[in-house]
């Protein structure tokens, strides 16, 4: 069974790393951790356009991040969608990101983070999450081919 709302909201608003998953232009996926913030049922995160991934999303807004627990029951959630660009409010998306993984390092972080130019903030809409708790049996289900599709609204 996919987590409920409650339970989706619980874990994503913990300060866990995610993983966001790109593709080069070739088509291959690569795969980079990233500190984001969930809100309104979108995720927030930030890099520079120069750097690999901000490359990537340029030439391909289409991504996925995955956030997971680490110790058993394992719980996990997958969301898939397109990325835009927030136009927007870019500091105080960046200090939003930032604090919710250690005020102190992460002061200092924004510090530096302002000043750069090409540091952006992203915004992923899902178009899909799935989610599961193992600790309710959902490794057999998914093993069964059932979906663990999860719905938010």
Known sequence: MPLT??????????????????????????????WYVYEDGCFYFTTQLWRVKGNHL???PHAAISIATDNRPYRAVCAFGKVQ?????????LERICTRYGEREGRE???????????????????RIISWDYGRDDSERQDRGESMATNVS
């Open 58 to 60: 340029q030439h391909n």
């Open 5 to 34: 709302k409650s339970e989706l909201m619980t874990l994503l608003n913990e300060p866990r790393l995610a993983h966001l998953a790109t593709s080069t232009s070739s088509g291959k996926p690569r795969v980079s951790p990233i």
């Open 85 to 93: 660009l927030v136009e927007r409010d870019r500091d105080k998306w």
């Open 109 to 127: 972080w924004l510090s530096e983070a302002v000043k750069q130019e090409e540091r952006v903030v992203f915004k992923l809409q899902p178009d």
